[in-house]
């Protein structure tokens, strides 16, 4: 589904990415880990189009994404800091959201109403919690059913409650074929809904696997454990593709 | 496509600014000003010169620091935009349109209103049009600035750093440059230099309108003297169009290929 070649980014003398190639299917949740600085957030942008790189290519369904924009319609994108026009309410930013998008008439609003947003739609973004913020941009990633989820630290600011529907929402939309990038830096967070692990370091990929089968070669059964183990032994798997 | 989209950024973009407290004080200020000058002094030429005073002074420097800050402020949701499938251009291109509507808007409220009501001449009108171009190309600048700084703060530090050369270093500038090369013939280089300030020419475009031009200073007699009222009027509307154009054509060209 996303194919990514040879991609090479850097930011002046610093190295974001470095040679990353990675394949990425249909109906698998892959969590980008790694320390900051290690690429993560410049690998998510360059499939959004928002970094631009200097080698490489990223083939999203047989398409080269700099050849066309519209592919970015399939992507539902979470940001890691959501900062809105601040006198707009919610429902501004939902509407405007919609607008923008008009060949799309099916919602899925399971999230709004799941986080209650509709009760307090007028209320203005200035005026919402760090974490309502996040809320309402899950909702906007969710909101017209994509092909692919980029999520980047999606349950950094919720409470464990909306987090804990974040992650049953992303198991649902999984099991119909969706393909989801997250990245965080709570590792438990991700313990039950991960299916994939891309450990990034220094812009390069260190380890691209199946988390069924890191916990079996490393026999541990957290997350935060196995990669501990990993990098402990560096015990380095090639990638799997 | 791009039309479409264009307008429903702007839209949404008009509909915050108009709750802006800035954009609001900044309409109150202008109207309190434009009224107590306009109403105080009985001779109305010089009502409207402290008026144009007052543009010259507020419009370069409001606009360009509060273009600045709020396209730096709207970084992450130019982003959320962008991964909607928006193209680059028309993105920046509907903030520019957004916030140079919503400071023209507001100018056209606070001083243009006033003006009009209590004022009406040719000259209110001219007055009205500099202060609106001044708007754009202070916007356009910033819009420049935002492309080209990574850093919000820096950009700050540009936007004060243009506004104040061009509102007081440049005259200062050309004063110097009048003073040391007297003895030679320097109208007609005085003249180009002069377009490379858009405040200067923001400021003749009225005072070509004024019969007080020739005691206006050097700058509104030369421009009388070799051009007259019709073709000095019409070269500093070009070169004021000019100072939008540049900088915004400019700012699309960066932004294309910006990491964001």
């Known amino acids: 589904m996303i194919s990514i070649t040879h991609l090479t980014k850097t930011f002046g003398k610093f190295k974001a990415l470095d040679d990353v190639t990675l394949h990425f299917e249909r109906g698998t949740t892959i969590s980008l880990l790694g320390p900051n600085g290690s690429g993560k957030t410049t690998l998510i942008k360059s499939i959004l189009g928002l970094v631009i790189p200097e080698k490489g290519s990223i083939i999203i369904d047989g398409d080269e994404i700099r050849s066309n924009v519209s592919y970015r319609s399939r992507i539902g994108y979470m940001p890691q800091i959501g900062r809105y026009p601040e006198n707009m309410t919610i429902k501004q930013v939902i509407d405007m959201i919609k607008e923008m998008r008009k060949e799309c008439t099916v919602y899925d609003n399971e ?59 992303i198991r649902k939309e999984r099991a119909k074929g969706k393909l989801f990038l997250i990245t965080s830096h709570v590792l438990s967070d991700l313990d039950d809904i991960t299916s994939h692990i891309v450990y ?42 | 496509m791009l039309h479409t989209d264009m307008k429903t950024i702007v839209k949404y973009i008009l509909l915050d600014l108009f709750k802006n407290k800035t954009i609001l004080v900044y309409t109150f200020i202008l109207a309190v000003l434009a009224v107590s000058v306009l109403s105080m002094s009985g001779n109305s030429s010089k009502g409207l010169l402290s008026l144009l005073n007052i543009t ?31 193209r680059r251009k028309t993105m920046i291109l509907a903030e520019y349109c957004g916030v140079a509507s919503a400071l023209s808007i507001a100018y056209l409220l606070g001083v243009g209103l006033p003006s009009v009501l209590l004022n009406y001449s040719p000259a209110s009108i001219t007055l009205i049009f500099s202060g609106i171009f001044l708007t754009l190309i202070f916007t356009a600048i910033a819009l420049l600035i935002f492309v080209v700084f990574k850093d919000k703060t ?21 004063l110097s440059f009048i003073y040391s090369f007297s003895e030679y013939p ?73 990491d964001l």
Not at chain 1, 148 to 157: N, Q
Not at chain 2, 62 to 71: G, M, N, R
């Open chain 1, 200 to 241: 990034l370091q220094d812009g390069k990929v260190m380890f691209y696997n199946e988390v069924d089968e890191l916990k079996r070669s490393t026999g541990e059964n957290k997350l935060n454990k196995v990669i501990a183990t990993i990098m402990q032994e560096d015990l380095l798997i090639d990638a799997t593709y």
């Open chain 2, 154 to 174: 820096k950009g700050i530090g540009a936007a004060i750093i243009t506004a104040l050369f061009f509102t007081l270093l440049f005259d200062g500038l050309l």
């Open chain 2, 56 to 86: 010259l002074l507020f419009v370069p420097i409001i606009s360009i620091l509060f273009a600045t800050i709020y396209f730096f402020n709207s970084m992450e949701f130019i982003e959320l935009l962008l991964a909607q499938s928006v």
């Open chain 1, 111 to 169: 999230l709004i109403n799941g986080f209650g947003l509709t009760a307090i739609q007028h209320k203005t973004m200035r005026s919402l919690s760090g974490g309502t913020r996040q809320k309402v941009s899950a909702c906007l990633a969710f909101l017209f059913s994509p092909d692919i989820y980029i999520l980047d630290e999606p349950t950094a600011g919720l409470d464990p409650l909306s987090s804990e529907l974040l992650k049953e929402k």
């Open chain 2, 186 to 258: 320097i109208d007609k280089p005085l003249l180009g230099l002069i377009s490379f300030n858009p405040v200067d020419l923001g400021r003749i475009l009225v005072l070509l309108q004024l019969d007080v031009a020739v005691m206006m200073g050097y700058s509104g007699a030369l421009f009388k003297e070799f051009m007259g009222s019709v073709i000095g009027s019409v070269y500093t509307l070009g070169c004021m169009s000019l100072w939008v154009l540049i900088p915004l054509a400019a700012s699309v060209r960066k932004f294309k290929r910006k």
